[in-house]
């Protein structure tokens, strides 16, 4: 059997992600210590997890580093990796949404827009026949509206609570986003008995 | 931008240093014997070509060719595929000295550069072509060419997955309901995006008895035990009938363990017609090559004759070839001025020998200790004799 290589992103998604392959029959350790762990081995499993930042994982696997991972379509769509998208885990479900202050129009000369996911803002509004300023920012970024950097965010929005607090309200929704199981092209091939039978256990699981 | 520095080559180019240079030639040597010796030429075509032919019929994305203009005001392209430029060459002259032809590459091709790394701008490929025979044969002798070029070259731990563009192309549109739903979903199978693609059929709101076909389809197509099975998704049995012949034909060839068939594959490339196929090995996370029938591209250059061909990526070759274990027996031959003639003499006789020698004057030499690190054997002729080290 050959050893599988899974990239997991960081933190809430990797918690779901882990129950789920328990779930699924792997026999994994109850408790990880994940806190500054970069690699973990499951010898009995012949499996071996390497942690990276969520919006890092297609790059792992597209590179043929990792084998498969799992990856939140968010991601997926920003960054448009070669990775095969073998199943929907439907888990980490949130959307991908337009939000700003209320009863405020876009900007007629250069409407602007600030965004963690540039592309997906991108193809969105373009799509719309509206041409926007896309300004890229790495968090926090319900702060454009208030203070004026952006008319509009395209973020994503789980329960809505952020937004809230910070006086912004939904828009337009753009797309649904849950986790998803990826895999590289060359070790779909290469280990396919593997990562088939891992797709159809984790089928099984799917709500 | 900041500035460019001196040691700066333009993004996506490599320089390929002595010891890469010679591991691809021990690749180009051993595929050019091999190729040779079962009955294929080797040609060569230009490195830039017109936009209007080669670079409009080569299935290259448009953002992915370096244009330029030449003194006339044509638009040029550095070509991006050896496949298109052949069959330029083959239809306007080659076919009609011989037919079938058979047809060999090795040589550099050039893809737009991107931002990051992994993805060079210009890489080579050794590939073949056989053009005028539409026989399954052909396409039987494309593959069995490409597994044992790859064990030739030392390399047993890979995998040829083949499909069928036509056979893919039926079974889709037989069940949806126009065109462009045709072309998203085939769209998403490049991709190989399972998730997309039963999104996808399930948004078309089509018959629920084609909307079952085409999700069991491609779940059985990944599952196979015997293409068998995808017989039942078909009524025109004809290119069927054709892979079941290629699948048979592999057997006695004794291909079966290197192979496998996936009906879902499909490519990017749009000129390929019937069966095409895509080679992994392990140590590569990319293809390192891929391959199948072209019938469609040679009608574009005006002859209506069967083509199938494959092409090996040297970078990614160079990923998965096993590691020679690295000798050095180079000799050193060092010499002051009064004793030239007899360095001359005795460099000769050690290359007559075969050993790869270096001549080198003790006047050239700043740093003789850095210098003589590089060698496993050292000669210095010197007035007391000479002196083997």
């Known amino acids: ?55 890092d994982v297609p790059t792992y696997v597209e590179h043929g580093v990792a084998d498969i991972g799992i990856a939140g379509k968010d991601v997926l769509l920003e960054q448009r990796r070669e990775v095969h998208e073998l199943l929907d885990l439907n888990i980490s479900k949130c959307h991908i949404a337009s939000a700003g202050l209320p009863n405020t129009t876009l900007n007629e000369i250069a409407p602007r827009i600030a965004t963690k996911y540039p592309t997906v803002a991108s193809d969105y509004y373009r799509e719309k026949g509206e041409q926007v300023e896309i300004i890229g920012l790495n968090g926090s970024i319900e702060l454009a509206p208030m203070i004026g950097l952006a008319d509009r965010i395209v973020d994503i929005v789980s329960t809505g609570q952020t937004l809230k607090e ?18 590289n092209p060359a070790s779909y091939r290469m280990k396919s008995e593997r990562i088939l039978d891992l797709v159809k256990r984790l089928k099984k699981c799917v709500k | 931008m900041s500035p460019i520095r001196k040691f700066e080559k333009p993004l996506g180019m490599r320089d390929t240093f002595p010891k890469i240079f010679a591991k691809k030639e021990v690749i180009r040597q051993t595929g050019m014997e091999f190729l040779r010796l079962r009955g294929f030429d080797f040609i060569q075509t230009p490195t830039l070509e017109y936009y209007d032919t080669v670079g409009k019929a080569s299935a290259i994305v448009d953002s992915s060719l370096f244009k330029l203009v030449d003194s006339q005001g044509n638009t040029l392209v550095l070509r991006p595929d050896m496949t298109t430029p052949i069959a330029r060459v083959a239809t306007s002259k080659l076919l009609k000295e011989k037919i079938p032809l058979r047809l060999a ?245 050690l290359r007559a020998q075969g050993k790869r020698t270096t001549l080198q004057s003790m006047e050239g030499l700043d740093n003789l200790a850095a210098f003589e690190k590089h060698f496993a054997e050292i000669v210095r002729i010197g007035q007391g004799g000479n002196v083997h080290e």
Not at chain 1, 28 to 52: D, G, Y
């Open chain 1, 1 to 55: 059997m050959n050893e599988l290589t899974i990239a997991m992103p960081k933190g809430r998604i990797f918690e779901e992600a882990y129950e789920m392959l328990i779930e699924a029959g792997f026999e994994l350790p109850e408790n990880v210590e994940m806190s500054r762990k970069l690699m973990i081995e499951i010898p009995q499993e012949k499996i071996r997890f390497i942690l990276a930042k969520p919006m």
């Open chain 1, 166 to 183: 910070n006086g912004l309200v939904e828009y337009e929704f753009i797309t649904d986003v849950s986790s998803r199981l990826i895999a």
């Open chain 2, 105 to 349: 590459y090795f040589a550099n091709v050039f893809r737009a550069q991107q931002l990051e790394g992994g993805r060079p701008a210009e890489f080579e490929q050794m590939g073949i072509e056989i053009i005028g025979d539409s026989s399954v044969y052909a396409d039987a002798e494309a593959i069995l060419t490409a597994i044992r070029l790859l064990k030739t070259l030392g390399i047993e731990d890979f995998k040829i997955t083949i499909g069928n563009a036509g056979i893919l192309e039926a079974i889709i549109k037989k069940n949806v309901q126009d065109q462009q739903q045709f072309e998203e979903l085939h769209n998403l199978l490049v991709q190989k995006n399972i998730v997309g693609f039963e999104e996808a059929v399930i948004s078309y709101n089509l018959a629920i008895e084609k909307e079952q076909t085409l999700l069991s389809f491609v779940e059985d197509a990944t599952e196979m035990k015997s293409i068998r099975e995808i017989a039942k998704y078909l009524y025109e049995k004809d290119a069927f009938i054709y892979m079941e012949q290629l699948a048979s034909i592999l057997e006695i060839a004794d291909a079966t363990s290197y192979i496998a068939f996936d009906f879902t594959l499909a490519s990017h490339m749009n000129y390929y017609t019937g069966m095409l196929f895509e080679v992994f090995a392990t140590g590569s996370g990319f293809p390192i090559g891929n391959g199948g029938r072209y019938d469609g591209l040679l009608d574009e250059f005006g002859i209506e004759v069967g083509a199938i061909g494959f092409g090996f990526r040297i970078d990614h070759l160079l990923e998965v070839i096993p590691q020679q274990s690295e000798t050095n027996d180079e000799v050193l031959v060092l010499f002051v001025a009064p004793q030239l003639a007899e360095a001359l003499e005795t460099a000769e006789k």
